[in-house]
């Protein structure tokens, strides 16, 4: 249930870029964490000569053009703000919906462009203090349009991004639990308290939804709160089981907030010794399966069987 890695704005030309400055990892127990370094308008790349020279043209929302000379040189990420927004601003952990194009610094040529539209949706992605993400967004208000000089890297040239910022989503509304709209899985336990899930043969619920299986009487879990607590993970396009503590026979221990969205808000708010249940929709676990986001899980409602045992505050 590690919180699933910021994507490379899933456009393969930025991919190893914007990879090089993430550092969750959610194939792996450790947990991943982020300095607050002043805040994502403080992270924000400062504007240079090359951003500052970029003509762009076309609406807002739609593919655009840029005009620079070329080829570009740059040492460092430079960000420049063509159009500022008027929507909700960025803040730390927030989730962006984007659209972002591609050009060669060496030809001014486009290379590649997504988000744009129904046909071509980019899954919205966590802005995060010290991630590197907040180099490109910043603190942007949605409906704003960003233009990045980025160094090459490798064998690939200098490029120029235009990033428009279309929705943010402030983190603590990002996949609120709702009610359920359809069948939940059923859970039964062995004489160990091993759970069981059987999942329906129908469509799963949207968004995420929680049930309390059984009510502890100790303190409740807060956000950052360190928890330790046992679960079973199963995806309900088969039923199977991906990971469980109790097969492993050692209960797990992280932070509520180094989790995916829909295990946070799952756990958050419950008094210790409660067991509950929660499905989850691809967008609020491990993202939407597309060709920048091949993890095991990407795609799958998932479903996990959750006891929490303890729970200690964050540190500081």
């Known amino acids: 249930m590690r919180s699933r890695p910021l994507v490379a704005l899933t456009v393969a030309a930025a991919a ?17 964490t982020t300095v607050d370094d002043g805040g994502l308008c403080a992270a924000a790349a400062e504007p240079g000569p090359v951003s500052e020279s970029v003509t762009v043209e076309g609406e807002f929302g739609a593919i655009p053009t840029a005009t620079f000379s070329t080829p570009i040189a740059v040492d460092a990420m430079q960000r420049s703000v063509a159009i500022d ?5 960025l803040t730390d952990g927030a989730y962006v919906t984007y659209a972002l194009t591609v050009f060669d610094g060496d030809t001014g040529e486009q290379v590649d462009a997504a988000g744009y539209g129904d046909t071509d949706p980019l899954a919205p992605i966590p802005v995060e203090v010290g991630t590197g993400i907040g180099e490109f967004f910043g ?11 980025v160094p090459g890297q490798g064998d690939v040239a200098a490029q120029i991004y235009v990033l428009d910022v279309l929705e943010v989503t402030p983190a603590d509304q990002w996949c609120q639990v709702v009610e359920a709209d359809a069948a939940m899985p059923t859970v039964t336990f062995d004489d160990a308290g091993v759970p069981t899930v059987t999942v329906p043969g129908s469509a799963p619920p949207s968004g995420v939804v929680v049930e309390v299986l059984e009510e502890g009487d100790g303190d409740v879990v807060e956000p950052g709160d ?5 679960y079973t993970g199963v995806k309900w396009s088969d039923g199977s089981v991906f990971d469980s503590s109790w097969e492993r026979g ?17 756990i ?9 249940l929660v499905t989850m929709s691809p967008l609020c676990g491990y993202g939407d399966a597309s060709a920048t986001n091949t993890h095991e899980l990407a795609g799958e409602t998932l479903v996990f069987v959750v ?10």
């Open 16 to 32: 190893a870029l914007f990879l090089a400055g993430c550092t969750s990892n959610p194939d792996t127990d450790p947990t991943a």
């Open 85 to 89: 927004g008027d929507g909700t601003p």
């Open 139 to 149: 603190c942007a208000k949605a409906g704003s349009r960003i233009v990045l000089a």
């Open 226 to 230: 360190s928890v330790t607590l046992n």
């Open 250 to 266: 050692s209960p797990a221990t992280f932070a509520t907030t180094d989790v995916v969205s829909g295990f946070q808000r799952a």
């Open 268 to 276: 958050e708010g419950q008094k210790v010794g409660s067991t509950v």
């Open 307 to 316: 006891e929490i045992i303890s729970s200690e505050p964050a540190a500081g």
